[in-house]
């Protein structure tokens, strides 16, 4: 079946630091890739999508970008700030509009 | 917009005790799930609903029971609390076709 692999955690950072979180995914069919953030007592957010293959999905300085080749839709900020600290979530959505969940990265940056 | 409102946002039941969680849109979405979330598991489907009248069970359904009678409202019915359902729950939308999901702030239960 369908299932999300994300980076466990969790990661420190400094602030300014280049942040990567990696995810994979595993899809029979064409799915959409989300990035939700949760930040703490909150439900969660999305962060950006990308609906097909090359797509690039951005919001607040975080990017990814959706590899059919690679089954990956890796998140990457160039310099993050205490404001980023969160838990971070990789999913997808089959064609069936089911969702499945990576397990979540937790992110903290300190100053 | 309201989007996808969630009450109540803290509950602490006995063991035993029946409750109902209640979760209403405004976006007019016909896909509405459950989910709940632990430590280090992510976020388990416990039911779902594809419309108004149509539910199906997810990962974990056990223990949870739901119904679907408008669009707007899909309530999860815990029918006997035990302490293994101590958890966050949330609820959350989509209008379909791939398109993303739309969360509550969620609910966090604690069962004693």
């Known amino acids: 079946g369908d299932s999300v692999t994300q980076m466990e955690g969790p990661v420190t950072l400094s602030e300014e630091a280049f942040l990567t979180i990696n995810c994979t995914y595993t899809?029979?069919?064409?799915?959409?890739l989300f990035w939700y953030v949760q930040y703490p007592g909150e439900g969660l957010q999305l962060l950006l999508k990308?609906?097909?293959?090359?797509d690039k999905g951005s919001n607040k300085g975080f990017e990814a970008t959706y590899r059919k080749e690679t089954t990956s839709f890796h998140l990457e900020k160039g310099s993050v700030q205490v404001s980023d600290s969160a838990v971070y979530f990789c999913?997808?959505?089959?064609?069936?509009?089911?969702?499945?969940f990576g397990t979540g990265t937790s992110l903290t940056v300190i100053p | 917009n309201a989007g996808v409102t969630q009450t109540p946002k803290f509950q602490v039941l006995k063991t035993g005790q029946s409750m109902t969680l209640q979760c209403a849109q405004d976006?007019?979405?016909?896909?509405m799930s459950w989910y709940r979330q632990d430590p280090g598991m992510g976020l388990r489907l416990i039911h779902y609903?594809?419309?108004?009248?149509?539910?199906d069970q997810g990962e974990v359904p056990n223990g949870y029971n739901v119904s679907r009678s408008t669009t707007e409202d899909f309530p999860l019915r815990l029918l006997s609390a035990a302490p293994s359902q101590t958890s966050v729950y949330f609820c959350?939308?989509?209008?379909?076709?791939?398109?993303?999901?739309?969360f509550g702030q969620g609910t966090r239960l604690t069962v004693v």
């Open positions: 609903s594809v419309g108004a009248g149509i539910t």
């Open positions: 976006m007019n979405h016909e896909y």
């Open positions: 899809a029979t069919g064409y799915p959409s």
């Open positions: 990308a609906t097909k293959a090359d």
């Open positions: 959350a939308s989509t209008r379909g076709g791939r398109t993303e999901a739309f």
């Open positions: 999913a997808l959505s089959d064609p069936g509009n089911q969702f499945y």
